[in-house]
């Protein structure tokens, strides 16, 4: 009886470590999946809506574009999701903890956009600090610091003071000290502002090359970039906040669209020959050379070709051919929810 009291405890206790476990492990994976919820949240200055009933969820994965015009609310947002302000009401969590929370430490990190680097040290000096404040030891420190600048691709300018580097690179070791601690989720704030093409590219490789790895979210004006890097942009307007998926409703829709920039061409003209091609729908003209083609692709799938001969057939050119809408027009002319 004894031994049979025995293997019914180890068991009841066995089959109650399971059960936590499995309790565990699906908080853990649904956690992993949700890293972001905020829920109905007002942020007032002064008695003025910042943001207002703002509600969204951000998914591990892949860079998550912020948009929205100058006094929007970006700003307050990032702020409050970094835990340096709290909201007026709603609630926030990031990993299932409040923001500013010690359990969260180093799973999340920021650049603001007008980061900058202390002039009397040298970078690898600096992102060592950094790199201490987040409990790294000497040594480990010093490995980190080579390994974000390794990461931006700045290795040999770890003894260099930030007056010997360009305004890209500077950028670039502010990035690398967003990456110390290989954090889970990197708020970014302009990160490509002011950069040359060559810069915004390196910069953009970057953060493709740890997506896999690190959810981004990128607040940025540059909507040409944005484009590039994100499928789900956070659009905010005056406090209110819109979700927006790219490309889906297109991809899944016979329904497709095509922009077109021209060089300088008669419109009118333009547009009545481009309808009389089987399987146009609308053409618009937003602004000057530009026009946006909708179509059938099950009536005509090669519609690209048709147009480019009639392109051709007019003796006209054009500048740039790309399938969809611009990331400008989806946003702010064809969203109508804001």
Request: charged share 20%; proline share 4%.
């Amino acid at each position: 009886m004894a031994t049979f009291a025995i293997s019914l405890y180890t068991f009841t206790t066995n089959l109650r470590f399971i059960n936590h476990w499995l309790l565990d492990y699906v908080e853990a994976k649904f956690m992993n999946n949700t890293i972001v919820k905020c829920q109905l949240i007002d942020h007032y200055y002064s008695g003025k809506a910042a943001l207002n009933n703002v509600s969204f969820d951000i998914i591990a994965g892949e860079p998550i574009g912020l948009v929205g015009p100058n006094g929007a609310g970006k700003s307050t947002l990032l702020n409050i999701l970094c835990g340096f302000l709290r909201p007026s009401s709603g609630i926030v969590t990031l990993f299932g903890k409040k923001p500013g929370s010690s359990e969260i430490n180093g799973k999340i990190s920021a650049l603001p956009q007008d980061a900058r680097l202390d002039p009397t040290f040298s970078i690898g000096e600096q992102l060592e600090f950094f790199a201490r404040l987040q409990g790294f030891s000497r040594k480990e420190a010093n490995n980190e610091a080579l390994r974000v600048l390794d990461n931006v691709a700045l290795k040999d300018s770890f003894y260099e003071k930030p007056v010997a580097l360009s305004h890209g690179m500077a950028k670039r070791v502010s990035i690398a000290q967003a990456l110390i601690g290989t954090p889970q989720l990197i708020l970014l704030d302009e990160p490509t502002a002011g950069l040359d093409p060559v810069n915004t590219r390196n910069i953009r490789s970057i953060i493709t090359e740890l997506s896999p790895d690190t959810t981004f979210v990128i607040s940025s004006h540059d909507l040409n970039e944005l484009g590039r890097l994100c499928q789900n942009i956070l659009l905010l307007d005056n406090g209110i906040m819109d979700s927006i998926q790219l490309n889906t409703t297109e991809n899944d829709n016979f329904i497709q669209f095509l922009t077109i920039q021209m060089n300088p061409c008669p419109a009118t003209d333009f547009i009545g020959k481009i309808k009389q091609l089987e399987g146009i729908l609308h053409v618009s003209n937003p602004q000057k050379n530009e026009f946006i083609v909708e179509y059938n692709s099950k009536i005509e799938p090669k519609i690209d070709l048709k147009i480019i001969n009639c392109i051709a057939d007019n003796q006209w050119q054009y500048r740039q051919f790309s399938r969809g809408k611009t990331l400008e027009e989806k946003l702010f002319f064809e969203n109508k929810s804001i």
